[in-house]
Every structure is written in structure tokens, then in C-alpha cells.
């Protein structure tokens, strides 16, 4: 790559000049716009057009089987009529998106700034099957100031999509998540500039805020989890160390004999012969929709879609619309195929001194409790909610924007 000038461009967003200060010369840093609107005709004739059994195969068989046929035929319907995709697209467009190229690989990111200059950077990194859609709801409160302990809080915030997934471009065949770890990092502090910044990661988004936070520890100064890249421990294991659960951690550790015994198959599937899903659902939407609104309603709160939760049946369809209509699908499975020892069997702390903290949601697909989460980084946080699951952005928007907030008091430049 040819040395890169830091410069500042000026680029018109909207009615207003955006400053940023880039590496314009070696990253091709450019507006971007979502524009997918042409393809929805198409999309909903395919959706009409798919075919459902008239009835379930099995009566009184539960969603642990998989997708439940009335809630599939619901989203079918309401997908092919009543949703409304120029909506959804306007919403997701009300935040600035880019793409930048690093190491060949076309990145694309929402970056939202404070109007604090003092505000403290964070990546807000997803997983499967999510986006940066399912960060939405915090981005905005994030960069507005709040008080902590008498101190001014905000964030400059920025939420990539990871290689293969969405609007970013597909990676290469070994490529692994500490390489997604490593141009993430190009792009907080060569791309945008920060000298340090804090990390926030759930599902496969954990796994590389951890490398993140294990390898950049003088860039990444904080970070923040939902879901960790360890293997939960048994409920031997927690009764073995005398570890006391609160009765939301009760629910979290059932959930993890759930997804233990009959979860994982997706897992299973999509580790070892990604093309063969990625290819039979590549161009069947219901298929897709059958695939992904599945484990998001599993890994859910059973409580989903009601206040204090937005994951409800337009926020699906627009997940959905999202993978189906960037022709990600596919690439987005490899991911499993392309790290198969990316969760790690024994405990080890990082190599670093930067706070760590950790949010265990009830209904999430695994319990880590705070003795095994204190074995993998300098913990000084640890908060337990009886609301919300796996999709903490859309289940419990307050609880993770005001956990993400109590980072700041730990942060360190």
C-alpha cells in the first residue's frame, strides 16, 4: 500500500459538511447510501409466490424443532404485503454510512460523532445473524452526553459490518476473525483517526472485540460483552466451584442446556458444509426468513416486541430483507466454517489492563457467570437483566446503552 496522508475531507451529508480526518489517499474512504428499493418487486413476488403446507407436520411440537409453521406463515404474509421497505430503508439511512478499503477488503460502517470533542470512541461489532441493523437503537443515545457519577458521557460511534456480511465485501477463503480484529483496527485509528478507543462485541462481534481487546491493548482501552469467544461452563462446573446463580441467571444456565441439547445444529451445518445452506436458501427468501427469524426468536426474550424490546416482526423482515437482498447470505455463513476454534475450550486472561465489562441478559443462548468471565480480562463490571437475550440492541436498548455508558468511567486514554 502507498503512505497514506492523514488529511481532512469535508463531505456534503444531507444539509451539512461532515469533517473527517482520514487516510484518504491509501483507504478510498467514501459516502455510502443505502439504495436496494429496485429489487423489493421481485422480492415480493418471490415471497408471494412461495408455498407453505397448509398445516404442521406435528401438532404441540415447540420452536426447539425449529421455526413454528403460524409464525413463518405470519411473516410471510406480512412480508408480502404491509411491510414497507422504503420505511425501513429511510430509518436505516438516517445515520451516516461509509466504505473504506483495507487490505483489500471494501468495509462498510455507520460512523455517528458526538458533539463532544472529548467523547470517547467505541466499535460496536455483531454477529450471526445480525448487523449493524440490530445497533440502531443505541447509536443515537450513545453520542448524546449523559452524566455518570457527575462526569459528561458520550461516544463517537462506530458500527462496522463484518466481512461477508451485508454491504462488506466477501473475504478471502482462510480468512479468520482476528484478521477482521486487525483491519477493525485500521479503520478506528488509521482510517478515522482515534488514537484510542473502546470495543463493545456480541456473538461472532464478541469474538473479535476480544481479539480486539487482547492484541491492541494500546489502542483498545475498554471493552464490553454480551457473549464471549469461551465455552459456557456446565452446570457441573458451576455447582463444582459453589457458584451462586440469581434467579436470571438461572434462566440463562437452562438456556444453555437448551442450545447444548438441541440449539446447535445450525452450528453444526454451517461449520462444515456452509455452501450447501448458503446455496439452497441463496435465492429463497422465505427460506432465509425461515433460517434466521428461527434462532432469532429462540435466542430471544419471550417478551420480544414489547416495551422495553423493538425485536418485532418489522425489525425481523428488515434483517431479512437486508441479508436476502446483499446477496450476503452465503458468505455470511462461512464465518463458522472459516473459525472453527474460534470458541475456546480453556479460560485465559488477556494480555492487557484495560477494564472489561459484561452484561449477562437473561434469555441469551449461554450463562457465563462473573467467576469465569474474571478469568479472561480485568473485570470490574458485571450486570445481570431479567429482560432481553441474544439481540441485546433490539431487546433491552436502555439497559445496554446505560451499561455501554458506565464504560466511560473506566476508560482509559
Same mark, same amino acid.
Given at each position: 500500500m502507498i503512505p497514506s496522508l492523514n488529511i481532512v475531507i469535508c463531505v456534503w451529508v444531507g444539509t451539512s459538511f461532515l469533517a473527517l480526518a482520514v487516510e484518504?489517499?491509501?483507504?478510498?474512504?467514501?459516502?455510502?447510501?443505502?439504495?436496494?428499493?429496485?429489487?423489493?418487486?421481485?422480492?415480493?413476488?418471490?415471497?408471494?409466490?412461495?408455498?407453505?403446507?397448509?398445516?404442521?407436520?406435528?401438532?404441540?411440537?415447540?420452536?426447539?424443532?425449529?421455526?413454528?409453521?403460524?409464525?413463518?406463515?405470519?411473516?410471510?404474509?406480512?412480508?408480502?404485503?404491509?411491510?414497507?421497505?422504503?420505511?425501513?430503508?429511510?430509518?436505516?439511512?438516517?445515520?451516516?454510512?461509509?466504505?473504506?478499503?483495507?487490505?483489500?477488503?471494501?468495509?462498510?460502517?455507520?460512523?455517528?460523532?458526538s458533539k463532544d470533542p472529548d467523547a470517547i470512541p467505541i466499535i460496536l461489532i455483531h454477529g450471526w445473524p445480525g448487523s449493524f441493523h440490530e445497533f440502531?437503537?443505541?447509536?443515537?443515545?450513545?453520542?448524546?452526553?449523559?452524566?455518570?457519577?457527575?462526569?459528561?458521557?458520550?461516544?463517537?460511534?462506530?458500527?462496522?459490518?463484518?466481512?461477508?456480511?451485508?454491504?462488506?465485501?466477501?473475504?478471502?477463503?482462510?480468512?479468520?476473525?482476528?484478521?477482521?480484529?486487525?483491519?477493525?483496527?485500521?479503520?478506528?485509528?488509521?482510517?478515522l483517526g482515534y488514537t484510542t478507543y473502546a470495543?463493545?462485541?456480541?456473538?461472532?462481534?464478541?469474538?473479535? +472485540?476480544?481479539? %480486539?481487546? =487482547?492484541? *491492541?491493548?494500546?489502542? @483498545?482501552?475498554?471493552?464490553?460483552?454480551?457473549f464471549l469467544p469461551f465455552l459456557p461452563p456446565s452446570p457441573e462446573d458451576i455447582a463444582t466451584e459453589n457458584i451462586t446463580l440469581s434467579d436470571a441467571q438461572k434462566i440463562s444456565e437452562q438456556r444453555t442446556i437448551d442450545f447444548d441439547a438441541t440449539g446447535n445444529g445450525y452450528?453444526?451445518?454451517?461449520?462444515t458444509k456452509p455452501n450447501d445452506i448458503g446455496l439452497a436458501l441463496y435465492d429463497s427468501p422465505v427460506g432465509q426468513l425461515a433460517w434466521i427469524a428461527g434462532k432469532t426468536k429462540l435466542w430471544s426474550d419471550p417478551r420480544a416486541g414489547t416495551p422495553p424490546s423493538v425485536l418485532n416482526s418489522t425489525a425481523i423482515l428488515t434483517s431479512v430483507t437486508l441479508y436476502y437482498l446483499t446477496d450476503s447470505f452465503l458468505s455470511s455463513v462461512w464465518i463458522y466454517a472459516q473459525n472453527p476454534t474460534a470458541i475456546r475450550t480453556v479460560y485465559t486472561k488477556a494480555p492487557t489492563? +484495560?477494564?472489561? %465489562?459484561? =452484561?449477562? *441478559?437473561?434469555?441469551? @443462548?449461554?450463562?457465563?457467570?462473573?467467576?469465569y468471565v474474571a478469568k479472561v480480562g480485568n473485570l470490574v463490571s458485571y450486570k445481570v437483566h431479567d429482560f432481553g437475550g441474544h439481540f441485546a440492541g433490539l431487546d433491552n436498548p436502555p439497559a445496554l446503552i446505560e451499561d455501554i455508558r458506565s464504560m466511560a468511567e473506566y476508560f482509559k486514554r
Open positions: 484518504a489517499i491509501g483507504f478510498n474512504l467514501k459516502p455510502f447510501k443505502i439504495d436496494l428499493g429496485g429489487e423489493i418487486p421481485r422480492l415480493k413476488t418471490l415471497v408471494n409466490n412461495s408455498r407453505l403446507p397448509a398445516k404442521a407436520l406435528y401438532s404441540n411440537v415447540g420452536q426447539e424443532k425449529g421455526i413454528e409453521l403460524d409464525f413463518l406463515r405470519e411473516l410471510q404474509t406480512e412480508w408480502s404485503t404491509s411491510f414497507e421497505w422504503e420505511t425501513q430503508q429511510a430509518e436505516l439511512n438516517r445515520v451516516r454510512h461509509f466504505t473504506a478499503d483495507i487490505e483489500g477488503q471494501s468495509v462498510h460502517f455507520v460512523h455517528k460523532k440502531l437503537p443505541v447509536i443515537q443515545p450513545l453520542t448524546q452526553s449523559s452524566t455518570i457519577n457527575g462526569t459528561s458521557v458520550s461516544y463517537h460511534v462506530v458500527v462496522p459490518s463484518l466481512p461477508g456480511f451485508l454491504f462488506s465485501s466477501p473475504p478471502p477463503v482462510n480468512w479468520t476473525v482476528d484478521d477482521t480484529a486487525r483491519i477493525f483496527n485500521t479503520l478506528m485509528t488509521e482510517v470495543v463493545h462485541g456480541t456473538d461472532w462481534g464478541s469474538v473479535v +472485540a476480544y481479539s %480486539l481487546y =487482547s492484541s *491492541f491493548n494500546t489502542t @483498545v482501552r475498554a471493552g464490553h460483552f454480551t452450528l453444526i451445518e454451517q461449520a489492563d +484495560a477494564p472489561m %465489562l459484561f =452484561s449477562q *441478559f437473561a434469555y441469551n @443462548v449461554a450463562l457465563w457467570p462473573e467467576e
